[in-house]
């Protein structure tokens, strides 16, 4: 029977133990970044999960673990976002408490972030509802209300039977509602976009960004509120992983750009095999190493 001595077991041991190993090597897995939030298409610069997208929009713009998309507003307030349109560079956004012809309920402040990314596009119209008699937007010297197609955005809401959620009945006379288009920044809260409520002594407020098609029936409605994103962030970097078939991302303290592929690699230039690898090359030494080691032992007991 054939037998290995202390020397040739030594021999492994010291050739197993000196296997190249990298202190932060992350094994690469599938699925890093996703293409969809939901049935929400996502593309650079979003990103559905941490390190994906452009980092100035990953702040704000998160999928939760269920599919929906969130962009989180002042403080720990949030909207869900109901489409993005990358050729145009908006999306539409939804305060959960922002009222409808369906549903209308007492609201909160509305404000973005001043650090976000975002802009209230001038194609929305927000109507204030509920307003007291003494509310600033009354005041005549104000011009602030429009009394032209505004008023019939008020007899359109008014006439909802969601009026009941804010105490009133269909059909109420429209002197507590006010319409405004685009908002002046003397009623926007913090940084001029958004709403401050309380100051204005208004109930709730709805926004609506198209009609439908049917400027009669607000059941039709497109309610939201449209934003525009800016579109700084493009480059030929992230270009060139998007033509690979890669996600944009970013990683590090720095958050500086990485290209991250479908197989799980990440690259500093594409997913074609060009560039600095991460992740990939420091496993493939260590099969290597694993399969010399394995074939020397299996030599040593073949022939000692």
């Not at 429009?146 to 059909?171: A, F, M, W």
């Not at 401050?196 to 709730?204: A, G």
């Amino acid at each position: 029977m054939k037998t290995i001595n202390t020397t040739h077991i030594l021999l492994v041991t010291l050739l197993l133990t000196n296997i190249p190993r990298h202190p932060s090597l992350p094994l690469p897995f599938p699925g890093t970044c996703r293409d969809t939030c939901g049935q929400i298409p996502i593309k650079y610069p979003f990103g559905s999960d941490s390190g994906c997208g452009h980092p100035a929009f990953s702040r704000y713009v998160k999928c939760t673990p269920g599919g929906a998309l969130r962009l989180s507003t002042d403080g720990d307030d949030y909207m869900d976002v109901s489409s993005i349109d990358y050729a145009s560079g908006s999306l539409v956004a939804a305060d959960p408490l922002m009222s409808t012809c369906a549903s209308m309920q007492n609201s909160g402040s509305f404000a973005l972030n001043p650090g976000s990314p975002f802009s209230v596009a001038p194609d929305n119209i927000f109507a204030l509802v509920g307003c007291s008699t003494t509310s600033p937007v009354f005041d005549p010297d104000a011009d602030f209300c429009d009394t032209g197609s505004g008023q019939n955005v008020c007899r359109g809401l008014y006439s909802c039977k969601g009026v009941e959620g804010i105490g009133l009945e269909p059909h109420a006379p429209i002197s507590t509602c006010c319409v405004y288009e685009p908002p002046p920044p003397q009623v926007l809260a913090g940084s001029g976009s958004g709403l401050d409520l309380p100051k204005l002594q208004c109930s709730s407020y709805s926004a609506v960004y198209g009609f439908g098609g049917s400027e009669g029936d607000p059941m039709r409605w497109q309610y939201g509120i449209l934003l525009r994103f800016n579109d700084s962030y493009d480059s030929s970097d992230c270009r060139n992983c998007e033509d690979s078939g890669g996600f944009c991302g970013f990683e590090g303290l720095e958050e500086s750009f990485v290209c991250r592929c479908r197989n799980g690699v990440n690259t500093t230039v594409n997913c074609y095999g060009r560039g600095n690898g991460r992740n990939g090359a420091g496993r493939h030494k260590i099969q290597t190493a694993l399969t010399i080691g394995g074939l020397l032992l299996m030599w040593m007991i073949a022939f000692f």
